[in-house]
């Protein structure tokens, strides 16, 4: 079965500087991997996704996110914080067999300040 | 630009009553998600649908039921609320893995 283990239920950067949200994963085959945020109130928004190919992939916003096999993380990135990246990001792993159900961490709220 | 619908963004309702969140695709999608987000617990998969008139359980089906009677529709009931029910309502469809999940805006219910 597959798992997913966010480092960090708060983060807290100062505007401009590196945001770091962990994710490690635990899966039988190889996986899909996806990255998540949630403004309040609001539903959940793709920012990226992993599923074959180039490790670093990029996505909306300035993240991006590098699959490390050897390490089973997919940790999300970016270099320079701004206030409206504040939200809660959840990271995510699909198995590429069988029927597809998405497993989710317990996310991390990223907190911005001036 | 595809969408999922959502049809409340708040309800209030009261311990007992029957009650009916209504999601809608427009995007031909064939699985079709429910889940509820408490703090500190992340997604929990209610139920789910691969096809018009299929479900299957999630991992927390206790206390609601679902069905599936149009392809682009998937509703989510509680057939009696209770406050540990007061929660958000997450909807979502996906068309295949490679591509995750589209997700409606949300429903918070409370139960009073």
């Known amino acids: 079965a597959q798992s997913v283990t966010q480092l960090g239920s708060h983060v807290s950067v100062s505007e401009g500087a590196l945001v770091l949200l962990r994710c490690n994963y635990s899966?039988?085959?190889?996986?899909?991997l996806f990255w998540y945020v949630q403004y309040p109130n609001q539903g959940l928004q793709l920012l990226l996704k992993?599923?074959?190919?180039?490790?670093l992939v990029k996505g909306i916003n300035g993240f991006e996110a590098e699959f490390k096999k050897s390490e089973t993380s997919f940790h999300l990135t970016k270099p320079s914080a701004h206030m409206s990246d504040a939200a809660e990001y959840f990271c995510?792993?699909?198995?590429?067999?069988?029927?597809?159900?998405?497993?989710f961490g317990t996310g991390t709220r990223l907190l911005v300040s001036p | 630009d595809v969408k999922v619908t959502q049809s409340s963004r708040y309800l209030v309702k009261r311990t007992g009553e029957k009650v009916f969140l209504e999601c809608v695709q427009d995007m031909d999608h064939e699985n079709m998600f429910w889940y509820r987000q408490d703090p500190g617990l992340g997604l929990r998969l209610i139920y789910f649908?691969?096809?018009?008139?299929?479900?299957e359980k999630g991992d927390i089906p206790e206390g609601y039921s679902v069905s599936r009677e149009k392809k682009e529709r998937f509703s989510l009931i509680l057939e009696s609320a209770s406050t540990n029910q007061t929660s958000m309502y997450l909807c979502?469809?996906?068309?295949?893995?490679?591509?995750?999940?589209?997700f409606g805006s949300g429903t918070r219910l409370t139960v009073v």
């Open positions: 992993y599923t074959t190919g180039a490790t």
């Open positions: 899966s039988s085959v190889p996986p899909y």
């Open positions: 649908s691969y096809d018009v008139k299929m479900k």
């Open positions: 995510a792993v699909n198995k590429n067999t069988g029927f597809q159900k998405l497993v």
């Open positions: 979502a469809s996906s068309m295949d893995r490679a591509h995750g999940y589209t």
